[in-house]
């Protein structure tokens, strides 16, 4: 894990977005069956909507290397806005502040997964002197 964290951290995002999708994709899921079964605790609802937080701090920290080591400045800015976002979304969710449709969420993940995607592929630095984070 601290190996794609310090080397790719391009990858974790990847990782952590498509994650984050299937997540946000199955929860309707799991909460009908919840609501369909008799025996399944409330326990079950908190940690997997908690896991919203995990992937939050994962993609934190993806972006944060990331960041760093882009040769694109435009790029650094679209994935911090993009986690931004994404951080708005999952917290509206929580306290319900606005209606927000579910597909803004998906569409949010996989930019953010197919901009770590382009950084990885066409915006890396060769070297120290062109990354966005010495401009």
Request: hydrophobic residues 50%; positive net charge.
């Amino acid at each position: 894990m601290i190996s794609i964290y310090k080397k790719k951290p391009d990858n974790l995002g990847i990782i952590a977005s498509l994650l984050c999708l299937i997540h946000c994709l199955a929860t309707p899921l799991l909460f009908v069956l919840q609501t369909t079964t008799f025996n399944v605790s409330n326990s079950v609802s908190f940690w997997w909507q908690s896991i919203d937080l995990i992937f939050l701090i994962v993609g934190f920290i993806a972006i944060y290397r990331s960041s760093k080591t882009t040769s694109k400045m435009l790029m650094k800015y679209l994935l911090w806005f993009c986690w931004l976002f994404l951080f708005f979304l999952v917290v509206n969710e929580k306290i319900h502040f606005f209606h927000i449709p579910e597909f803004i969420m998906y569409t949010t993940t996989l930019s953010l997964s197919a901009l770590h995607f382009l950084n990885l592929k066409y915006c890396k630095c060769k070297d120290d002197s062109c990354c966005a984070s010495n401009h």
